[in-house]
């Protein structure tokens, strides 16, 4: 989805991934009716990715599906979200043959299998970069990227999901995104040929119709105003608000400032400003007396 490495060869880096196991006679059917993705489909070895949804068709957490075995699945999901993906998936269990675990494996961001490092599987389908997955393992392996040079990883890490447009856990899934959101990615996450699953009727019937979501995610990039820097506005530890013609049009929800005064970020635009390229930057509760302190361009 990116297609940029952010890792030499030898590099390692840990992210806040974690990984739940669900095994069983019943684990890929009893996935395929709670996953978006065709689970049943996936290839022994593979991954695919999906997202688990509530009944009401909002999204709970966005998974990489790995296909052990036939009924041996892992799935790979922000560590922030493996509690509510575990108490989902554990939910519909009821005369199900199968189990939902979290496993007690770290992961880790590289290029190649850890040397001498036990590892359960890789998680790759060029999401990170065309030559990088991630592995898990119990065992940090050698080549971990560290202090400053750990720092710029993982802003370019960062910075690369934003311009991707991919969704996080904290940052964008917490406002109660229903799939449509994703925009174009969505067939990334959802096969339209399976059966039924959890949420799917509202998926199904936004797609059809091709209706807009409530809050879509658009990428943009932000122009400073000469009288605030990015340190002081991220500092505020809340959304800023997106403006047009002094009407509320939506939120910045995740900011990265790559060359001084060059910000990229994603931003959740309601329906109402869908049509709209141009925002106004507006701390929270400012925009009386015109308090803009940038201006907002959507990119896509």
């Excluded at 820097?229 to 049009?249: H, N, W």
Aim: one cysteine or more; a negative charge; charged letters at 20%.
């Amino acid at each position: 989805m990116v297609g940029l490495n952010v890792l030499s060869g030898a590099e390692y880096l840990k992210i806040g991934y974690s990984a739940l196991e669900v095994a069983g006679p019943d684990a890929a059917s009893y996935l395929q009716g709670q996953l978006s993705q065709d689970v049943e489909g996936i290839p022994l070895g593979d991954t695919a990715m999906s997202l688990l949804l509530a009944p009401t068709g909002k999204i709970i957490a966005v998974c990489w599906v790995l296909r052990e075995e036939s009924n041996k699945f892992v799935l790979l999901v922000e560590t922030a979200a493996i509690e509510d993906v575990q108490q989902r998936l554990k939910r519909y269990l009821i005369r199900t043959k199968a189990s939902v675990e979290v496993l007690e494996f770290a992961a880790f961001l590289g290029r190649s299998i850890p040397p001498g490092a036990p590892y359960l599987g890789h998680f790759s389908g060029g999401y990170f970069g065309p030559d990088e997955g991630i592995y898990l393992s119990m065992v940090e392996p050698d080549g971990m990227v560290v202090e400053e040079r750990e720092k710029r990883v993982i802003k370019a890490l960062e910075l690369e999901r934003i311009k991707s447009n991919f969704a996080s856990y904290i940052s964008e899934l917490s406002l109660g995104l229903f799939p449509g959101a994703l925009g174009n990615t969505l067939e990334q996450f959802v096969s339209f040929q399976k059966g039924c699953y959890v949420g799917q009727e509202l998926v199904e019937r936004m797609h059809s119709r091709a209706t807009a979501a409530p809050i879509s995610l658009k990428v943009l990039t932000i122009e400073m105003g000469q009288n605030v820097t990015f340190a002081e506005i991220v500092s505020i530890g809340k959304p800023l608000e997106l403006y047009r013609d002094g009407l509320l049009a939506g939120e910045a929800t995740s900011l990265v400032e790559g060359e001084p005064g060059n910000v990229t970020g994603i931003g959740a635009i309601k329906r109402s400003a869908s049509d709209s390229s141009y925002f106004d930057l507006v701390l929270p509760g400012k925009v009386e007396g015109n308090q803009a302190v940038g201006k907002v361009r959507i990119v896509n």
